[in-house]
């Protein structure tokens, strides 16, 4: 599937734009994370907290993309515009989160079903002083690190690999490649307007996947469809199976 390639581009160009803050940091593959896994009930309090990621006060942004075409993803690679965990002279970063997946089979009648499940993966990182305060809808992702954790040498990288490990236990991703901004809410809001053509596909391709019967012409996300192939062959595909 070639859906998000334009999307993919956009990231690329926003990593490589020069920035007079801080530059782009890259940390390549690297061993299994040692970081302890957290317990049941480690839930971390307003009181116990070092550092907040996109906070409702900041801006946040935080959703992947996949192909098939694994030469787009830089596998295990992690890169970070802005400030690490450890570093932050603040007790609040902004937070952006862009996930690229290379990956084998992603085809119109299981991509969406595949995109569930790989966004529904965040959700089992078990990392002890890390906890995810909210999610929404509209691509924003909060987050909390315990004091102790920030003590101990919690990083952005320990994350990102937990994330990586977890996606690539699923059999059709391949290749798993994370970008972190945490530079300024102004860059964050920039990776935002990309992810909002990518909330624009999403909800396009929801509305394929979860609506049985609609009349194109009367759909909302024509505008969409009619610049996205790949959502027409989609659309099609589930069509016919549908009326089989």
Same mark, same amino acid.
């Given at each position: +599937?070639?859906?998000?390639? =334009?999307?993919?581009?956009?990231?690329?160009?926003?990593?490589?734009? /020069?920035?007079?803050?801080?530059?782009? %940091?890259?940390?390549?593959?690297?061993?299994?994370?040692?970081?302890?896994?957290?317990?049941? @009930?480690?839930?971390?309090?307003?009181?116990?907290?070092?550092?907040?990621?996109?906070? /409702?006060?900041? !801006?946040?942004?935080?959703?992947?993309?996949?192909?098939?075409?694994?030469?787009?993803?830089?596998?295990?690679?992690?890169?970070?515009? =802005?400030?690490?965990?450890?570093?932050?002279?603040?007790?609040?970063?902004?937070?952006? @989160?862009?996930?690229?997946?290379? =990956?084998? =089979?992603?085809?119109?009648?299981?991509?969406?079903? %595949?995109?569930?499940? +790989?966004? *529904?993966? %965040?959700?089992?990182?078990?990392?002890?002083?890390?906890? +995810? %305060?909210? #999610?929404?809808?509209?691509? @924003?992702?909060?987050?909390?690190?315990? @004091?102790?954790?920030?003590?101990?040498?919690?990083?952005?990288?320990?994350?990102?690999?937990?994330?990586?490990?977890? *996606?690539?236990?699923?059999?059709?991703?391949?290749? #798993?490649?994370?970008?972190?901004?945490?530079?300024?809410? /102004?860059?964050?809001?920039?990776?935002?307007?990309?992810?909002? $053509?990518?909330?624009?596909?999403?909800?396009?391709?929801?509305?394929?996947?979860?609506?049985?019967?609609?009349?194109?012409?009367?759909?909302?996300? !024509? /505008?969409?469809?009619?610049?996205?192939?790949?959502? $027409?062959?989609?659309?099609?595909?589930?069509?016919?199976?549908?009326?089989?």
């Amino acid at each position: +599937m070639q859906l998000f390639h =334009g999307i993919i581009e956009e990231v690329r160009t926003f990593m490589q734009t /020069p920035r007079t803050s801080f530059p782009i %940091r890259e940390y390549p593959s690297f061993p299994e994370i040692s970081w302890p896994a957290a317990g049941p @009930r480690d839930i971390i309090l307003q009181s116990d907290t070092g550092v907040e990621l996109g906070n /409702p006060k900041d !801006q946040s942004v935080s959703f992947l993309v996949w192909t098939n075409d694994l030469s787009r993803v830089c596998d295990e690679k992690i890169s970070l515009l =802005g400030q690490d965990i450890g570093e932050a002279d603040s007790n609040r970063l902004p937070f952006g @989160r862009v996930v690229l997946i290379g =990956g084998t =089979g992603f085809d119109e009648e299981n991509c969406y079903t %595949r995109f569930r499940e +790989m966004d *529904l993966s %965040r959700y089992d990182i078990s990392l002890k002083g890390y906890m +995810m %305060r909210a #999610v929404s809808q509209y691509m @924003r992702e909060w987050s909390r690190i315990s @004091r102790e954790a920030v003590k101990s040498g919690f990083s952005l990288p320990i994350l990102g690999k937990a994330m990586i490990q977890k *996606l690539k236990s699923l059999d059709y991703v391949d290749c #798993v490649e994370i970008l972190f901004v945490t530079s300024s809410n /102004p860059d964050v809001l920039e990776l935002k307007k990309t992810g909002d $053509r990518f909330i624009q596909l999403i909800n396009a391709m929801t509305r394929i996947a979860e609506d049985h019967d609609f009349d194109c012409e009367s759909c909302e996300f !024509q /505008p969409v469809c009619d610049e996205a192939e790949d959502l $027409r062959k989609m659309h099609k595909a589930l069509k016919e199976k549908r009326s089989s």
